[in-house]
């Protein structure tokens, strides 16, 4: 959820939440062996200065009093407890795992697997757990062929606020089950256990507005200093502006069963290109935004939806879309009464996406099974005539989906790297 003033990460315009006690108290049975001073050196960095860590941890509130009769709060365990973090809260861990599919099923048909488990303390679980994000995050091939270039499935700052802000917001006095990261085929969903803080509902957080309601000051305060935080309240509308970007949908909130879970799906907000269109566009010779909306918009785009799609301003969409026309690859249309036109790709060019969208996915059925294509396979696949094949066989070696070989009746066709594309 982003970094508070100071200590907070959700606020509501002006209103402000009561802080949970449980991260400032002290614990009595606790004492500053107790916490790993070298990791809070690592992990704080230059944030604390000298002092073996303990500058640090009074800076940030973490422990109190003098030595040797120093105080430690919860907050501090939590973060830097020694000597098996889980002492001091058992559910502080991070849990990291796949899902085959899209729900969880359980039993003799069960499809959930462990990818990695980050034990506490914090500040060693918090690293960890992203590492095995990171890790586990595949690339798209549906943002690829959008965005021209390799794309992860979920934008790194994303899944990276994800997770800290579960790690730094869940509730720790209540709930002692560890947060969860769980890989689906179409998302990835970070639960963190106990609801949100009073006074915050889910439409506040997917409202523009930041939010600041802080159940554990002290944790935000050290995750700031740490880097892994900015705690100015926009943590999760930076967020939703990453996936945004992305082309991806709008990150989902939910609370439910006693936990807080955001999920982050892979599928782009603009549908994918067509069976071997993305090959046709990337011959055309023009930039990557003109490649971009002819391939999230085959069907017709506006001025609004080429700036939307490549967040260019209206000048450098009419000159992209001029060009488009220009070459005789797109052509304007008024509907009805609208003075603002739609472009829609030219004849030849729109005859020719709906051939490939026909012909290239029996083209690939074919070539799984056999190493070449015959004329006669051809007729047979697609139910066509002689002649009929000849042609559409020559427009797809033009096209760069197939190459001949082979002379007489051993004539045969075999694939391009642009059939798979």
Same mark, same amino acid.
């Given at each position: 959820m982003?970094r508070?003033?100071?200590?907070?990460?959700?606020?509501?315009?002006?209103?402000?939440?009561s802080?949970s006690?449980?991260?400032?108290?002290?614990?009595?049975?606790?004492?500053i062996?107790?916490?790993?001073?070298?990791l809070?050196e690592?992990?704080l960095?230059d944030?604390?200065?000298?002092?073996g860590?303990i500058?640090?941890?009074?800076?940030l509130?973490?422990?109190?009093g003098q030595a040797?009769?120093?105080?430690?709060?919860?907050a501090?365990?939590?973060l830097f407890?020694?000597a098996g973090g889980?002492?001091w809260?058992?559910?502080?861990?991070?849990?990291?795992?796949?899902v085959?599919g899209?729900a969880r099923?359980?039993?003799?048909?069960?499809?959930?697997s462990?990818?990695g488990?980050?034990?506490?303390p914090l500040?060693?679980?918090v690293e960890k757990?992203l590492?095995l994000?990171m890790d586990?995050?595949?690339?798209?091939?549906?943002?690829r062929? =959008?965005?021209?270039? @390799?794309?992860?499935?979920?934008?790194?700052?994303?899944?990276?606020?994800? $997770?800290v802000n579960? +790690? *730094?917001?869940r509730?720790y006095?209540?709930?002692?089950?560890?947060?969860e990261v769980?890989f689906?085929?179409?998302?990835?969903?970070?639960?963190?256990p106990?609801l949100l803080?009073?006074?915050?509902?889910?439409?506040?957080?997917?409202?523009?507005e930041?939010?600041h309601?802080?159940?554990?000051p002290?944790l935000?305060?050290?995750l700031a200093a740490a880097?892994?935080?900015?705690g100015d309240g926009?943590?999760?509308?930076?967020?939703?502006?990453?996936m945004?970007?992305?082309?991806?949908k709008a990150?989902?909130?939910s609370?439910?069963?006693g936990?807080?879970?955001i999920?982050?799906?892979?599928?782009?907000?603009?549908?994918?290109a067509?069976?071997?269109?993305?090959?046709?566009?990337?011959r055309?010779?023009?930039?990557?935004?003109q490649?971009?909306?002819l =391939?999230?918009?085959? @069907?017709?785009f506006?001025?609004?939806?080429?700036?939307?799609?490549?967040? $260019?301003?209206?000048? +450098? *969409?009419s000159?992209?879309?001029?060009?488009?026309?220009d070459r005789?690859?797109a052509t304007?249309?008024?509907?009805g009464?609208?003075?603002?036109?739609?472009?829609?790709?030219t004849?030849e060019l729109?005859?020719?996406?709906?051939f490939?969208?026909?012909?290239?996915?029996?083209?690939l059925?074919?070539?799984?099974?056999?190493?070449?294509?015959?004329s006669?396979d051809y007729r047979?696949?697609?139910?066509?005539?002689y002649?009929?094949?000849?042609?559409?066989?020559?427009?797809?070696?033009?096209?760069?989906f197939?190459?001949?070989?082979?002379?007489g009746?051993?004539?045969?066709?075999l694939?391009?790297?642009?059939?798979?594309?």
């Open positions: 982003g508070g003033r100071d200590t907070s990460i959700l606020s509501i315009g002006e209103k402000k939440m802080d006690d449980y991260g400032r108290s002290i614990r009595s049975d606790a004492r062996d107790d916490l790993d001073l070298e809070v690592s992990f960095g944030s604390g200065a000298s002092g860590g500058e640090s941890l009074l800076r509130g973490l422990i109190r040797p009769d120093w105080r430690i709060t919860n501090a365990l939590l407890g020694g889980r002492r809260h058992s559910g502080a861990g991070i849990r990291v795992m796949r085959a899209t099923v359980f039993g003799q048909r069960r499809n959930v462990s990818i488990h980050a034990n506490p500040a060693r679980a757990s590492q994000c586990r995050c595949g690339r798209s091939e549906a943002l062929d =959008l965005l021209l270039k @390799d794309m992860p499935e979920y934008p790194a700052f994303a899944l990276r606020e994800a $997770v579960a +790690v *730094a917001h509730n006095e209540r709930a002692k089950s560890e947060t769980v689906y085929d179409d998302r990835v969903e970070v639960t963190s106990g803080v009073e006074g915050v509902t889910v439409a506040d957080l997917s409202s523009d930041p939010v309601a802080s159940r554990n002290l935000v305060r050290a880097g892994y935080m900015r926009t943590g999760l509308a930076r967020l939703a502006g990453a945004k970007e992305s082309l991806l990150p989902r909130f609370a439910r069963m936990s807080f879970a999920a982050l799906h892979n599928e782009p907000v603009v549908a994918t067509g069976p071997g269109w993305r090959h046709v566009v990337g055309l010779g023009i930039e990557s935004d490649k971009r909306v =391939l999230s918009r085959p @069907d017709g506006t001025q609004q939806d080429y700036r939307q799609l490549n967040g $260019v301003t209206p000048e +450098v *969409a000159r992209g879309i001029r060009d488009l026309v005789d690859i304007p249309q008024l509907i009464d609208d003075p603002v036109p739609v472009y829609y790709l004849e729109d005859s020719t996406r709906w490939l969208e026909d012909r290239v996915p029996g083209l059925r074919h070539f799984r099974a056999h190493s070449r294509l015959r006669t047979e696949i697609f139910e066509v005539n002649a009929v094949a000849r042609r559409e066989l020559g427009h797809l070696v033009e096209l760069g197939l190459r001949g070989g082979g002379r009746r051993a004539a045969h066709y694939p391009t790297p642009g059939l798979r594309k």
